[in-house]
């Protein structure tokens, strides 16, 4: 079997190339240099241009049996601030991507969040309807709909908070952020009205590889166990990682730097609980997949 991983210097892609099995010809796609060796299945290939139809071209050229899309501009501030940018990197290359996949029948896994939701509810299922309350969830909404609509084998993979530490490259990881703060001493702020299902990159990754080595359709939500506040979230990886849990306070409402947030966007994984056998974990479990991983 042959796939491709997009964003390959990032937080979610780096877990899965550690992961993936060595009978498995992999093609890790990035805008950055290689980081660090890898596993002689692993071919890292660097596309320093913005044109996304090099991208697409390069796909092609591998035709891979699967594509692992992760690549996106992630930063929810940050898609609000520069919203055409956003816009080219999660909606244009993805289509882009979706019609090099068709081009070659390649299985498609599209890597969106659980903030397509609106968060009036929570525990949300698949079937639930997005309402998407920032610039980051809408792009990824709008791509999702390219995703839905390809003529082939194809995933939408929606991701609650991913938490964990950067195996390969830096990525998104707010538990990088979390450490740093505590290493000097620092509070980490953290809301108390706002509720997710984290669940830990190892896992996450396995569930990637592993849906795009299987037969389902469609989407999917790959999330924790566990629903939690983000302050409570905080302090049991505090507890987990023998940190100062006093540093970990809530934080303050009406931070008017921030882009809006939606309030629960806990997501029900009782889909992917059902087709995968990749085992999925609550917050203190999956801290202890973290800590024991020590591929890279």
Known sequence: MRIVVTGASGFVAGSILAQVPREIETFALSRQEQLKP??????WITISSGNNE??????????????????AMADIDEC???????????????????????????????????????????????ID??????YYAKTKLEAESYV???????IVARLSLVMGFPVLGVGNSFLSRMQKKIEEGKPVLMPEDEYRT?????????????????????IIHLAGNERSSRYNMGKIIAR????????????????????????????????AKTILKTQFHNISDGMKVIKNFNKY
């Open 38 to 43: 890898l596993s002689e299945n692993i071919h």
């Open 54 to 71: 090099e991208w697409a071209k390069t796909v092609i050229d591998l035709k891979p049996n699967a594509i692992i899309h992760t690549s």
């Open 80 to 126: 609000e601030k520069n919203q055409d940018l956003a816009y080219k990197v999660n909606v244009n290359l993805t289509k882009a991507l979706v019609e090099a996949g068709e081009k070659i029948f390649s299985r498609f896994i599209f890597c969106s969040t659980d903030t397509v939701f609106d968060g009036k509810k929570g525990m949300y299922t698949e």
């Open 129 to 134: 309807i997005p309402i998407p309350v920032n």
């Open 148 to 154: 839905l609509k390809a003529d082939i084998s194809h």
């Open 198 to 218: 984290p669940i830990d990159v190892i896992t996450l990754g396995k569930a990637l590889l592993e849906l795009a080595q299987n037969s389902f359709e469609g």
């Open 240 to 271: 987990e990682m023998n940190w100062n849990e006093s540093l970990i306070q809530p934080s303050v409402e009406g931070d008017s730097f921030r882009a809006p947030r939606p309030k629960d966007v806990s997501l029900d994984n009782s889909l």
